[in-house]
């Protein structure tokens, strides 16, 4: 496989903080990778900066995408490269309705108007993979969502926006176990589309139980602390991840 994301000596701090600690990865097209680590350890920050979130600086290292050096680039133009972030905490936005949301991101990403009528099949089609109501379609987007709707939200956006790739940052937390089945069904949906490449960002292991890992890797205080296969994640769920925290 070709490399698709390689992030080299990665350092990030935000508010004169150092939050990241010359971190090392190398994410091939195609492949599902897993970022596991206990609260506090990183996990989100090295997601919002591998998305350009203007919150973080980038102190050192490179970031290289689909074979460009991305480190100085907007969100916006990672965006359009084809990188794709869901939030742990999706925010509500009022007065842009989910499908305006929509129909707006991919005409910016591919540069072309789409036919109203295209763009409704496609919409239907992915909201019936995840069981959503079409009424949420004409909804303000996220606006008066509850955590369950707003996950399966971000993944319809998945599903549509068919990013290269799709960093999934908690998608599992604070849901019951059918809306995990279902957000499960699309994002193998997406890998079947697309053949896209996961960066899927844990500290649990609900989401994991319906994707084949690739790689895992455990993040500590900013930190790689390990790397490894699927294995690793079944040593986390029967140990803990108490043997990884760095400083112990």
Known sequence: M???LTIKDLCVSAEDKQLLHGITLEIEKGSTHVLMGPNGAGKSTLGLAVMGSPEYTVTSGKIIFDGDDITD?????RAKRGIFLSFQ???EI????????????LEQITGTRIKLWDFKKKLKAAMDILDMDSSYADRDLNAGFSGGEKKKAE???????QPKLAILDETDSGLDVDAVKTVSKGISEYKARTGGTLLVITHNTRILQSLQADATHILSSGRIAANGGAELIYEVITSGFDKYIIGK
Not at 73 to 77: F, G
Not at 94 to 105: D, H
Not at 155 to 161: D, E, G, T
């Open 73 to 77: 680039e907007s969100a916006y133009e």
């Open 2 to 4: 070709s490399q698709l």
């Open 89 to 91: 905490d999706p925010v």
């Open 94 to 105: 009022p007065g842009i309705t989910l499908s305006e949301f929509l129909r707006n991101s």
């Open 155 to 161: 993944i319809l956006q998945l599903l549509m926006l």
